[in-house]
């Protein structure tokens, strides 16, 4: 075994950084300060899907939530006016200021360096997964090497459609007509969502604007309010 | 069989989710503040998702990501309508501090 190798090194970097930005969360007495450790756990997590190969998760960690969740959560705290006068104290540090622009820039560059390495997968062939570990999801089933085995018949036959209309539409004449496969992280992610887990996923989207449509009408103020 | 995923074992990755989760607990048994509150349950729910993927790098299938999308979704939501709950309750009550709320006492 090597002994210096990235990926090893990263994650446990970045399972450490978690850890301590994590209790300092719960630790930290100004709730502005806990917010911003959160949102470095929530970095360090997803540098380690990346270290790991789960691509499209550590993109969504980033957007949804270091991005998302957290600006909502920021934002209620300013809205409650908890004390905020740490923060500004922080820019008007020269030292400071350059220490948190050196530790953002180490985190990137480690995060693209092991996204540039690649990965090792474990040779075991599954949903999403071909039998060189790599992501891959095959439509159609005439593929003997990909055949999966606990495919019902009945998604069978939508498959060998949907795989037919792709063909069609890409219309590349190719010798093994039957077969597409969608390669890499996003794509097998996307297949396996959309061919298989398409109810849950539609069932997230009602949920989530339930919840949206419901948060906004708790917090909106009443008319009986409004004069105050 | 000590099954490793580039090379770390997956031991260390549910010890890392096993920490996390902790943290979380304990920051919301701990914590007074709501809003801090729902920051220890992102922590909760983020070291679910750590278990999801490495399991699902372990067992060669991308059922795990797919789970952890739906997560996030899940806690989107969640923060989404509490936080909304925790801004009604301010304004009603002036704090955001869960001892001091009692609305729901008999």
Do not use: C
């Amino acid at each position: 075994m090597e002994l210096i190798n990235l990926q090893t090194f990263s994650f446990y970097f970045f399972a450490t950084t978690a850890v301590l930005s994590a209790l300092g969360v719960i630790l930290h007495r100004n709730p502005i300060s806990a917010a911003v450790l959160l949102v470095l756990t929530f970095f360090s997590l997803a540098a380690i899907y990346a270290t790991i190969g789960a691509v499209f998760i550590a993109t969504m960690q980033v957007l949804v939530y270091a991005g998302a969740i957290m600006v909502l959560v920021v934002f209620v705290l300013m809205l409650l006016s908890l004390r905020l006068e740490n923060i500004s104290k922080l820019w008007d540090n020269p030292i400071r200021k350059l220490g948190l622009f050196g530790v953002v820039g180490i985190l990137l560059f480690l995060i693209a360096a092991n996204i540039s390495l690649g990965v090792t997968y474990p040779k075991v062939s599954g949903k999403g997964v071909n039998a060189n570990g790599e992501y891959e999801y095959v439509f159609g089933q005439n593929d003997s090497q990909t055949n999966n085995p606990n495919s019902q018949p009945n998604e069978f036959s939508s498959k060998e459609n949907l795989s037919k209309e792709l063909n069609n539409i890409s219309s590349k004449g190719q010798s093994d007509s039957n077969v597409v496969s969608a390669k890499g992280n996003v794509a097998a992610v996307g297949a396996v969502t959309f061919l298989e887990y398409l109810l849950p996923f539609e069932m997230i989207s009602i949920l989530l604007l339930v919840a949206l449509v419901g948060a906004v009408i708790l917090a909106k103020k009443r008319k009986e309010e409004e004069g105050v | 069989m000590d099954p490793h995923i580039s090379g770390i074992p997956l031991n260390h990755f549910l010890i890392l989710a096993g920490i996390l989760f902790s943290i979380g607990v304990a920051g919301v048994l701990t914590r007074r503040n709501a809003v801090l509150i729902f920051m220890s349950v992102e922590l909760i729910l983020n070291s679910a998702n750590i278990v999801f993927v490495a399991f699902s790098k372990v067992l060669g299938t991308v059922t795990g990501e797919v789970i952890v999308f739906f997560v996030m979704a899940l806690a989107a939501a969640e923060a989404a309508v509490g936080l909304a709950i925790v801004i009604a309750i301010f304004r009603h009550k002036k704090t955001s501090n869960v001892d001091e709320i009692n609305l729901l006492r008999g």
